[in-house]
């Protein structure tokens, strides 16, 4: 019984998750092919632009924030929306905030609860607050994983 509620449970999350990339994608983001977006992970693409690459995993409670609504009071001219950039085979820890204006590269790795306001290079592993490149991803890049060991 407990083996078929929780599969119960991962199909219905597949199919709320499948309506939550829908909906992200309507509203103008564009995400890429296999890529995992957590229920919990806030997208934001009411003024800016987003570009998820392909086998990305966004886990739960982060924030992708494409605009700054307190720019204007620094610069006049800063209408406060701007981009996030995220490549290809990227993963995104939890709580971690990507503020606007940033690109992460591809095969690169973000601790969890990072603050990442810079551009990240290809295949790094960074974290922090400030987020700081911590060590290269050993070549060859593997991708992430498209099905996850069961759990019993």
Do not use: Q, W
């Not at 597949?14 to 829908?22: A, D, K, Q, V």
């Not at 820890?93 to 973000?110: D, E, F, K, L, Q």
């Amino acid at each position: 019984m407990k083996t078929i509620v929780r599969k119960l449970v991962h199909y219905l999350g597949n199919i709320l998750r499948f309506f939550h990339l829908s909906f992200l994608r309507a509203s103008g983001a564009k995400i890429g092919k296999n890529t995992m977006i957590s229920l919990g992970a806030k997208i934001d693409v009411r003024r800016g632009k987003v570009s998820i690459g392909d086998n990305c995993l966004i886990t739960h409670g982060c924030y992708i924030l494409s605009h700054d609504g307190a720019a204007h009071v620094l610069d006049d001219n800063d209408s406060g929306s701007g981009y996030v950039t995220i490549g290809d085979d990227v993963f995104i820890g939890v709580n971690t905030v990507v503020m606007r204006n940033v690109t992460i590269g591809n095969h690169a790795i973000i601790g969890a609860g990072s603050v990442v306001n810079k551009d990240i290079p290809e295949g790094v592993v960074a974290a922090g607050n400030p987020v700081k490149i911590l060590k290269e991803v050993p070549k060859p890049y593997r991708p992430l994983p498209k099905k996850h060991k069961s759990v019993e």
